[in-house]
């Protein structure tokens, strides 16, 4: 994403179609293909990158939930998948 804030305007057509500015989607990471959302808070919309949104989305869901299950540190987490692994194999 861009370190620094930037105004852009695009025209809205017929259909409601908007172009994202290159240097929008740059910012953003998007690509051609890819999907954005629209939050909508008051009058003011944010769009976003969709996989990066719903990443943050189940960030947010799953926070706190790796020391509830013990898992403090990178070497919890690689003994968890070598005993998981260990079980699937068994």
Do not use: C, H
């Not at 740059?26 to 769009?47: E, H, K, Q, Y």
């Amino acid at each position: 994403m861009a370190d620094s804030a930037f105004v852009n305007d695009a025209r809205v057509m017929s259909k409601g179609q908007v172009t994202i500015p290159k240097n929008v989607r740059a910012a953003l990471g998007i690509d051609t293909g890819d999907r954005v959302t629209f939050i909508v808070d008051g009058n003011n919309v944010r769009v976003v990158n969709s996989a990066v949104y719903a990443l943050m989305k189940l960030q947010e869901q799953m926070s706190g939930e790796a020391e509830k299950a013990g898992l403090l540190n990178e070497e919890d987490v690689a003994n968890w998948i070598t005993a998981s692994r260990r079980k699937e194999n068994a």
